[in-house]
């Protein structure tokens, strides 16, 4: 694992460090879909034979947490492509649709995007296979293929598409500027495939809660990139002819949140159950916020001025939340979890 | 018993105005387009001043309308609002000319101000500034560089603090400052506006630089060397206005999820406690910035009180529009709200940090404590 770690780390440097800044004024480009895409990142769930990296949990945690620390709209990308499109593909697909489907996402030939109403609140619904509704504010909107949970009237299905909807960009918002954004709509539009034909809302709500552990890798990368900058900072910067790090208050912050940190760190790495997953994002969303609020405010002006690469941290470690769960709904989960109540409905 | 909690009628009309201006004009979508491409608000500023908005001899309707205008729209109406930047300087300390050259202009709308303390290698630190200005037969000589000053590009002058002379201890470091007026236009200033910030993304930010310009005497605010004394004096009554544009966020982000609540009849407890708690947070946080102001206001600051507010309404509306944002998840993303999250975080930035104000707030009172004074007053 270390020596993953080390040839991601070189990855990034080489590849987006230099572009990092870029991305989140012009998106992704093509150089660095290819480049993610020829080390099997693109499908790294994937297995092998179909043009994947093949990584188990832990392989694919250390993707998305250092690909975050340098950009987290790659690591996001990356999540999108793995985690709410391959992943789904390969739990409900058949065979053959997953070896038709899958080559071309790890090779970047085609990327794929998941439009959920459970988070997004709008009313997508199927009629035998044609779709109707628009969905707002999807990352990676212009993607060739989607994956909808849609309402029918026998409950939720998953289907997927690879034509027939139309994306219109929306505007930047809060985070994950690098990933175009887009309303989708998808008014008769004709499902290639039904992967999950009723109550697929429950079987989604499993994809995220077994996803907790990458959330928490991205929302860790960010968390640990922002404190590592904060450090630096800190030590050079003087006010009061002293160095900021001498500052009690400053210190004393920081050495709490790289505590928790290294805690988590940990923690993630020795995870071995869905639950084990979600109490880490439970802690790691929030942590994530906390450690990038605390780095902008340690770098004064400078922290809020997008060229010092801080205040993407803040925006993203909000969006992450944002875009991958629901306050409610997540904790609902994790009460059936650790609680054992059916619902904690008031 | 004469304790009283009402506004007066006038100001409360200032506030209905102010509120029924901010509704009417800072449309979603024309905030969005300031934000997005990092516009400034011209007309909008024009307007304003129209209405008799814009009035720094009437504060307590000014930090109304500053409450008001951020509950809608922190960017433009911080643009609008801060286009008269500094000038209780002149008010406090400036002579008749000055006063009738610089400030007016400002006070009626015809001109922009600025203040320019801030330098890259110093900001809580004030006197830790390099900037100089040194005699030069019967003129000064102006040398140095200014960082994120609001209205820089756009400005027709600006108060710049600068050494005059070097501490003469380093006990004494906050010896040796002046303000001085500098006009934009003059031969060896240039501006460089700063792009991509977080929020407040429609007003304008800029470094400038100050390359061997000639400052006439007179452009001299009050005292040689007493240039710190000024410019904190001028904070102490900033600060309430940065403590009313965080007690506006935050009812901004409060006004979102009452919309969603009473939409919705939504009979979650988890919402209805994040409601009430931030209810509750942004009332505290409004009786303190008041009290503070009602203080500074009849010329009797207590800085400490001052610090107060601005330090816990800042945290009050980055906490209120963390909360509402998370909870409303995607509903918020595509509201307001998302902008309201990033506006909400300069407050703990700008005229004094949380930490500065955390400090201001310590020593006053332990000084206090040691002279037996009353802790607060
Ligand atoms: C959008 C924007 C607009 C602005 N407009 C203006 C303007 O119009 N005019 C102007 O003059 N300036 C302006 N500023 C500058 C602003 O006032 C400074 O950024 C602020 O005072 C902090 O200074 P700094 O950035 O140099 O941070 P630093 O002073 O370097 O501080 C960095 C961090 O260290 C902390 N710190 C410093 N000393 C201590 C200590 N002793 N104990 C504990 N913590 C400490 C600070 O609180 C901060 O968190 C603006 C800034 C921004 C971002």
Redesign the interface.
């Given at each position: 694992m270390q020596l993953l770690k080390q040839v991601i780390e070189e990855f990034s440097e080489k590849e987006i460090d230099p572009v990092a800044l870029s991305i989140e004024r012009e998106g992704l480009t093509k150089e660095v879909l290819n480049s993610l895409a020829e080390k099997g990142f693109l499908g790294a769930l994937a297995p092998v034979e179909q043009g994947g990296a093949g990584l188990d949990g832990r392989g694919y945690s250390v993707l998305l947490e250092v690909l975050a620390r340098h950009s987290p709209s790659v690591a996001m990308y990356v999540f999108l492509q793995n985690s709410l499109f391959i992943n789904p593909l390969l739990k409900y697909g058949s065979n053959e649709l997953s070896q038709g489907v899958i080559p071309l996402i790890a090779s970047g030939k085609s990327s794929g995007t998941f439009v959920n109403y459970l988070l997004t609140g709008n009313e997508i619904t199927i009629d035998g296979s044609i779709i109707y509704g628009v969905a707002n504010h999807i990352p990676n909107g212009s993607a060739q293929m989607c994956l909808v949970l849609a309402k029918s009237a026998s409950g939720g299905q998953l289907v997927l598409l690879d034509k027939g909807f139309k994306a219109v960009n929306d505007s930047r918002k809060l985070g994950f500027r690098g990933l175009n954004f887009s309303s989708i709509s998808f008014d008769g539009a004709s499902a290639k495939s039904i992967l999950i034909s009723e109550n697929a809302e429950a079987e989604i709500m499993k994809i995220y809660n077994e996803s907790a552990s990458y959330i928490s890798a991205i929302a860790l990368g960010i968390g640990g990139a922002a404190l590592d900058m904060a450090v630096s900072y800190a030590k050079e910067r003087q006010a009061f002819e002293s160095r900021l790090i001498e500052f009690q208050p400053i210190a004393f912050l920081l050495v709490k949140l790289i505590s928790e940190f290294n805690v988590y760190e940990r923690y993630l790495y020795g995870i071995s159950s869905v639950k084990d997953s979600m109490m880490l994002k439970e802690l790691a969303l929030d942590f994530s916020r906390r450690a990038s609020r605390t780095s902008l405010q340690v770098h004064g002006g400078y922290g809020y001025i997008e060229d010092s690469g801080i205040e993407r941290f803040y925006r993203d470690s909000m969006a992450l939340e944002l875009l991958t769960g629901s306050y409610t709904r997540d904790r609902v989960e994790l009460s059936k979890e650790l609680l054992g109540v059916e619902s904690a409905k008031y | 018993m004469n304790l009283d909690f009402n506004l007066p009628e006038d100001v409360e009309e200032a506030r209905q105005k102010a509120r029924k201006f901010a509704n009417d004009e800072f449309k979603e979508e024309i905030a969005?387009t300031h934000d997005?491409e990092e516009l400034y608000p011209y007309e909008l500023r024009k307007k304003a001043f129209k209405a008799g908005l814009v009035r720094i001899d009437n504060p307590w309707n000014m930090l109304l309308t500053m409450e008001e205008f951020c509950r809608v729209d922190p960017g433009l109406g911080l643009s609008v609002l801060a286009s008269v930047f500094g000038s209780e300087l002149l008010l406090l300390y400036g002579t008749d000319e000055q006063k009738q050259k610089y400030m007016e202009p400002v006070l009626d709308g015809s001109k922009i101000s600025a203040l320019a303390v801030?330098e890259p290698?110093?900001?809580?630190?004030v006197a830790?500034i390099s900037t100089k200005l040194e005699t030069s037969n019967n003129e000064f000589l102006l040398n140095g560089q200014k960082?994120?000053i609001t209205n820089a590009t756009i400005a027709d002058f600006f108060y710049v603090l600068a050494r005059t002379s070097p501490p003469p201890s380093k006990e004494k470091r906050h010896h040796g400052m002046s303000v001085a007026i500098v006009d934009r236009q003059w031969p060896g200033v240039s501006v460089n506006k700063?792009?991509?910030?977080?929020?407040m993304r429609a007003t304008d930010t800029a470094e400038i630089k100050f390359d061997g310009v000639k400052v006439p005497k007179e452009n001299i605010i009050g005292e040689i060397g007493k240039g710190f004394y000024y410019i904190m004096t001028f904070f102490n009554i900033s600060r309430v206005y940065v403590a009313a544009q965080s007690v506006g966020i935050a009812q901004g982000a409060l006004d979102e999820l009452l919309n969603y609540a009473k939409n919705l009849g939504s009979?979650?407890?988890?919402?209805q406690f994040i409601l009430a708690e931030s209810a509750a947070k942004i009332e505290a946080a409004r009786l303190l910035t008041y009290k503070a102001a009602w203080l500074v206001f009849q010329f009797n600051p207590d800085p400490a009180l001052t610090s107060m507010a601005k330090y816990f309404s800042a945290e009050v509306a980055?906490s209120v529009t963390?909360s509402v944002?998370?909870?409303?998840?995607?509903?918020?993303?595509?509201s307001k709200l998302?902008r309201l999250?990033?506006d909400s975080?300069?407050t703990?930035?700008?005229e004094g940090?949380?930490?500065i104000e955390?400090l201001v707030i310590a020593r006053t009172l332990v000084k206090r404590a040691m002279q037996g004074d009353q802790i607060v007053k």
């Open positions: - | 969005q997005h801030t290698g110093a900001g809580s630190d830790g960082m994120f700063l792009k991509g910030k977080l929020g009979n979650e407890e988890s919402m980055n963390e944002l998370e909870y409303m998840g995607q509903k918020g993303l595509l998302e999250y990033r975080k300069i703990e930035i700008w940090t949380s930490e955390k």
